[in-house]
Structures are given as structure tokens and as C-alpha cells.
């Protein structure tokens, strides 16, 4: 009897908050069960994901917030590196994490969910650089945090640049800025804010990414957590409809 009294109250919760979303029994009982997801989160990622006064903001934790209002789920946010985040979502010692790429190399250990936000990549270089066209950067290096999915890409189709590996992206950026490196690159959104947030005038926009029009950002849940998975997809649809 309690279990009925909760599915009526818990779709009633649904509905008063949005009509579109509908909940199988399955999903419901999870919930019920399951009322805390583990959340790994980048602290330093802005405007996308950061760690402001003990608190997850940013872009991602508003999608975060809505999936919450809607569910009835409650998130406990654990922030690190995209490297260590991408370790511990393998290992199932978190659910999700809210802000990745799809990347081929970890499909079968996640759940990738439907994009819901598309971003610009770009190239930014070194004021000092004069370079007009991506085969004036031959010779010059790339600085990218290590792990960066897309570096095996870039090594193929940039084979004229040198790549340098950094701790973060921070760190790539401080070796652009002391001549270690000529280019980053990245989120224009990301790479923009931080120039912005700490008045760096050295490192200027180049170019678009070449390789496509951008790239999405997608919820990956551990494969051990596919009811979870099918909660976060459908409550995306909901909010994109």
C-alpha cells in the first residue's frame, strides 16, 4: 500500500511540475530507492561547471536543477579533474557527470544521453603569432591538458603542429602565456571566460574548430545505473520539448 501511495503521490509531484514528463513504475521505485545521485562535476570549467562557495554552478547545474525539480532527485557533487572525474565514473564510484563530450573510448563503460547543449571549439594562439590560415601555424606547438579527447584527432589531421601535454588547462594556458607553447585549444565559451575573468590580453581567437561545426555536451551515467540513464534522458526530451 505504501509503494501505491507513493506512485500516486510521486506522479502527482510529476505532473504539477511538468506534464510531459511520465515516469515508468520501474523508474519511480529507482527513485525511490535511489534519492541521492553521486554527481562528479569540473570546478573550473566556467561558464559550464564550477565550484563557487561550496556550491556547483554554472550552465550545467541549471539542467542539473530542472532534472532535479522534475525527479525529485538530489545530487551530491564531487569536483576533480576531467582525467580523475573520467577514472571514477569507470570505476562506478559516481553516477554522472554532466558535462562530456562523446567520446568513442569510454561508450562501453557509459550512457551517453541526447546533446543538450552545442558548443563552439576554437583555436586561440599567442598575440605574437601572425598567422592568417592554419597552415601558417606549422612548426608550433599546442598546448592541451592531458587526456583532451580530441588530441588523437588533432595529432591526425594537424601532423605539422607540436603537442605538448599539460596538468590542466590552466596549466596550458600558463605555457602559452611564458612561451612554452604558441596555441590553445578548446571551448571558445571556456577559453573566452577565463581570458575575460583574468584580463589576459596575450592570447587572442584564431579559428574555428575545422574538424566539424562544434561539439555537444551530453550527461554520461555508469552503464551499472541504466535506469538512471533512462530517467536523465527522458526528463532532457522534456525540457527541449
Given at each position: 500500500m505504501s509503494k501505491i501511495l507513493f506512485f500516486l503521490s510521486f506522479t502527482i509531484f510529476l505532473f504539477a511540475n511538468e506534464n510531459k514528463l511520465l515516469l515508468n513504475e520501474q523508474e519511480l521505485l529507482?527513485?525511490?530507492?535511489?534519492?541521492v545521485v553521486k554527481v562528479g562535476a569540473k570546478e573550473k570549467w566556467a561558464p559550464f561547471s564550477m565550484y563557487v562557495k561550496g556550491k556547483h554552478e554554472g550552465l550545467s547545474s541549471d539542467y542539473l536543477k530542472i532534472i532535479s525539480r522534475k525527479t525529485g532527485l538530489k545530487f551530491n557533487y564531487i569536483f576533480d579533474s576531467w582525467n580523475n572525474l573520467e577514472k571514477k565514473i569507470i570505476a562506478s564510484e559516481i553516477d554522472i557527470i554532466p558535462t562530456a563530450y562523446f567520446d568513442k573510448k569510454i561508450k562501453k563503460h557509459v550512457s551517453f544521453s541526447s546533446p543538450y547543449l552545442s558548443i563552439i571549439d576554437y583555436f586561440f594562439v599567442h598575440?605574437?603569432?601572425?598567422?592568417?590560415?592554419?597552415?601558417?601555424?606549422?612548426?608550433?606547438t599546442l598546448a592541451l591538458p592531458k587526456g583532451y579527447?580530441?588530441?588523437?584527432?588533432i595529432r591526425k589531421e594537424m601532423p605539422y603542429l607540436k603537442i605538448i601535454e599539460t596538468k590542466n588547462l590552466s596549466s596550458a594556458i600558463s605555457a602559452v602565456?611564458?612561451?612554452?607553447?604558441?596555441?590553445?585549444f578548446g571551448s571558445y565559451s571556456v577559453l573566452s571566460h577565463l581570458m575575460r575573468k583574468?584580463?589576459?590580453?596575450?592570447?587572442?581567437?584564431?579559428?574555428?574548430n575545422p574538424f566539424n561545426n562544434g561539439s555537444d555536451l551530453h550527461i554520461i551515467t555508469s552503464k551499472k545505473k541504466a535506469i538512471l540513464a533512462s530517467i536523465i534522458e527522458k526528463t532532457l526530451k522534456s525540457i527541449s520539448e
Open positions: 529507482w527513485i525511490q530507492n535511489n534519492p598575440k605574437s603569432i601572425k598567422a592568417v590560415n592554419f597552415s601558417d601555424l606549422k612548426g608550433l579527447f580530441r588530441i588523437d584527432l602565456l611564458e612561451r612554452k607553447a604558441d596555441i590553445l583574468h584580463s589576459i590580453l596575450e592570447i587572442v581567437p584564431f579559428k574555428e
